[in-house]
Structures are given as structure tokens and as C-alpha cells.
């Protein structure tokens, strides 16, 4: 028989149980149903190897509209939270100061053929951004038992831009009751995995970050670990 696959995410358990009765009503069997934060989970262990489950990890999902932070203690998931800022944000700031639409806005951050105005625009996005994620990660260590991160890894489209690693190392070495051991940096889930010629590796490697989730649930198949 075939196998089709169908990716359904962010999914209240309701609406998560109404597909999974309309598969089987029409005489399909769901054999995976993968959760976003154990693919990832499942990617940072095999990352990772033995330290995964030694230490405390932040993944920050910088999605275009929203901040997801999760946290995995020494090997499993503990908790998340969530901002909702993203990149789209980023790109109606252009927009609206430069006189662009929102595709014209979008096509420029992600090129970033822009002057001094966008320059301006995105240094104050990604100051916005980085004190967002302080005032939740500041809430998540007061009202949680773990008083200290290991790792904060940075996913998604928005830990794309350029230097963005930089702005929340300088926010944490200026704020002195930030308990993280080392500086955040921005993911590369594809590594040293060998590549094609046929690959434009330019290209490929401004965007890694945003191949976190897609590698996630792509390496499922050699992770039997659900």
C-alpha cells in the first residue's frame, strides 16, 4: 500500500484526535504522529551525544511570528514559552518606514541590499528582539526550579540574520543575574554532512537555521526513540 504523509502542526490535542479519527474513518492506519519539541529533542541528542543529557539547553525557535523558547533538562523536554515577535514584525517596520509593501520589504531584509535607514530599522528590531527574550527567560528562572542554562541554541528564520548571535551575547554579558555558561549561537543542523556540488552553499548556509525542524523530522526515521 502507499504512504502519504501529512505534517499538521501546532495542534490542540482536540484537533490533533478529529484528523487521527477522519484517517482511521477512512480505512487508513496513522502509524507517526510527530511532536515538534521531541523531533527536536530527538535532534539534539543525536547532536549533542552524551552532553545532551548532562546539561540544561534553550532551543529559540525565531520563527516569523513568534519567539518560542523550550527548554530541555539533561536530555528531556521541561517546559516553553512563547513572544509573539518574529521576523514579520521586522519586515512591517521596513515596510512602513521605507515606503515599501510587504513583499518589496521582505525580499530586501532577506537580500539585505538596504542602506543606512535598514541598517537602523534592524539594529532596533533585534534589541527589541533580545530584551523579549530576556524578560521571558528572566520570568522562566524565578518561577522554575532550574537556576542555570548550559546552552541556548538559535533556530528558525529570524536567527538568520546576520549578527543576531551577537546582540543577545552582549544583552547577557551586560545583565549580571543571567545564569547561562556559554555565549548562544545560531544552529546548523546540516554540519559537516557532506553536500552536493549541485547545491548552492551560499545560499544554503544563510538559511540553515531555518532547516532546524524540516532535519528534525527528516532524521526521525533513523531515531527510534519516540
Known amino acids: 500500500g502507499k504512504t502519504y504523509l501529512y505534517n499538521a ?6 484537533s490533533i484526535d478529529e484528523r487521527v479519527a477522519i484517517v482511521e474513518s477512512a480505512g487508513l492506519i496513522p502509524l507517526i504522529l510527530d511532536v515538534e519539541k521531541y523531533a527536536y529533542q530527538n535532534m539534539l ?5 552524551e552532553e545532551f543529557v548532562e546539561k540544561n539547553y534553550i532551543l ?6 513568534m519567539m518560542r523558547m523550550m527548554i530541555f533538562q539533561k536530555g528531556v523536554f521541561f517546559n516553553e514559552e512563547t513572544r509573539l515577535i518574529g521576523g514579520n514584525n ?4 521596513v515596510s512602513s518606514n521605507m515606503g515599501l509593501d510587504f513583499e518589496e520589504a521582505e525580499r530586501l531584509k532577506k537580500n539585505r541590499e538596504g542602506d543606512d535607514t535598514y541598517e537602523i530599522i534592524e539594529k532596533t528590531f533585534l534589541n527589541n528582539y533580545v530584551n523579549e527574550f530576556m524578560s521571558m527567560f528572566q520570568f522562566f528562572i524565578s518561577s522554575t526550579s532550574i ?3 548550559d546552552e541556548i541554541i538559535l533556530t528558525g528564520g529570524t536567527a538568520n540574520i546576520p ?3 551577537n546582540v543577545f551575547k552582549h544583552e547577557l554579558q551586560s545583565n549580571n543575574e ?13 554540519g559537516e554532512i557532506a553536500k552536493s556540488d549541485k547545491i ?3 545560499a544554503l548556509e544563510k538559511d540553515q537555521a531555518s532547516l532546524f525542524l524540516v532535519t528534525s523530522l527528516a532524521v526521525r526515521q533513523f531515531l527510534r526513540q519516540y
Request: proline share 5%; glycine share 4%.
Open 9 to 14: 502542526r501546532n495542534q490542540r490535542n482536540e
Open 45 to 49: 541528542r543525536l547532536i549533542k551525544g
Open 60 to 65: 529559540l525557535d525565531c520563527s516569523v511570528n
Open 90 to 93: 521586522l519586515t512591517r517596520e
Open 147 to 149: 537556576d542555570e542554562i
Open 163 to 165: 549578527g543576531i548571535e
Open 178 to 190: 543571567t545564569r547561562i555558561k556559554s555565549n548562544p549561537y545560531v544552529a546548523k543542523p546540516l
Open 200 to 202: 548552492d552553499l551560499v
